[in-house]
């Protein structure tokens, strides 16, 4: 039986098709389900991309919920033209994937929280990859999962290096800072996973030609997907030569927490202003203990790129 039961809340885009290959192919978990958001594209085709994915992978019973259909303080969503340049226009680097023959679920993904919460306890771990949104106002509503959820691994923000967004602002956070803020203020035991360390964990097509050279038709559509996003780093990052694997690395360390050295530390995010959507420590909190909160300051980027290729080159082969 797996030890953990695991949710995840995709904008499934590129690294988004990446964290959920990776929670599949992690025995460790169990993925009890995908709670589809808004941020790379939208909710809808996020969802499809998502069942789309798991019929190719070979896990379409892996139910797929759809939650907020934009921020907690706007009445719509619109995508934004760099994340069509990076994901390209249907989220997957523009690469065709069979329709699954699946519904999304009827259940909204906010419900589908509480009610794991309730169900599973210590044993969830929830991964948010897009906004926050879903998670904040799964809080609102049922305040008591707070003290049920096992742990929270998200992956945004940016401690100790520029946004991706502006200055100061990283993608995920930058969709809807007060939702962000909501849940970086409670007490969920909680690790952000920001830029600070995703930027480190580099793919290139030396990784991706490795699973065309595998043949099955998973490895060669996440080539293709993949190829797709590092040509785009190489518009948007050149300096990088690779592409982040920002979205798999919180799935990765939410089930090894020992891949990331972390501080604690009471955070908040900046909501108005020039600085909306700045992670940051809390001034009015800095005397306080921290125990709840940590945010990633490094990575073990071998230990971390040998397990994701080890893993997904395995489940490739076998789907």
Not at 55 to 75: K, N, Q, W
Not at 236 to 244: E, I, M, R
Not at 302 to 315: G, H, N
Request: charged share 20%; net charge negative; hydrophobic share 40%.
């Amino acid at each position: 039986m797996a030890k953990y039961k695991m949710i995840l809340d995709l904008d499934t885009g590129v690294d988004d098709a990446l964290a959920l290959a990776y929670a599949l192919a992690t025995p460790e978990c169990d993925l009890i389900g995908v709670v589809a958001s808004f941020g790379n594209i939208v909710p809808e085709e996020a969802a499809q991309n998502t069942l789309n994915l798991l019929e190719m992978l070979g896990h379409p019973e892996v139910p797929v919920f759809i939650g907020a259909t934009h921020s907690s303080h706007t009445d719509h969503f619109e995508v934004m033209p760099i994340s069509q340049t990076i994901h390209g226009m249907n989220g997957v680097g523009n690469v065709e994937l069979p329709t699954a023959k699946r519904k999304i679920e009827s259940q909204n993904g906010i419900d589908f929280y509480i009610e794991a919460a309730h169900k599973y306890q210590g044993q969830l771990l929830i991964v948010p990859t897009g906004p926050l949104t879903n998670l904040a106002a799964a809080i609102e509503k049922d305040p008591e999962i707070i003290d049920l959820i096992g742990h929270v691994t998200l992956m945004g923000g940016a401690l100790t290096v520029p946004g991706n967004v502006n200055p100061v602002t990283e993608a995920n956070i930058n969709q809807d800072p007060p939702a962000a803020d909501q849940v970086l203020r409670s007490k969920l035991p909680l690790t952000m996973v920001g830029l600070d360390v995703t930027l480190r964990t580099l793919l290139t097509k030396k990784e991706t030609q490795k699973w065309r050279e595998i043949g099955t038709t998973s490895a060669t559509k996440y080539a293709d997907i993949v190829d797709y996003y590092i040509n785009a780093y190489k518009i948007t990052s050149p300096h990088l030569h690779g592409c982040g694997l920002h979205d798999p690395l919180a799935v990765a360390a939410a089930v090894d927490p020992s891949l990331l050295q972390t501080i604690y530390l009471n955070m908040k995010v900046d909501t108005e202003g020039a600085y909306a959507g700045r992670t940051i420590g809390d001034e009015k909190r800095l005397n306080e203990p921290a125990t709840t909160t940590q945010v990633a300051v490094n990575v073990d980027v071998p230990r971390f790129l040998d397990m994701f290729m080890t893993k997904l080159s395995v489940f490739f082969k076998e789907h």
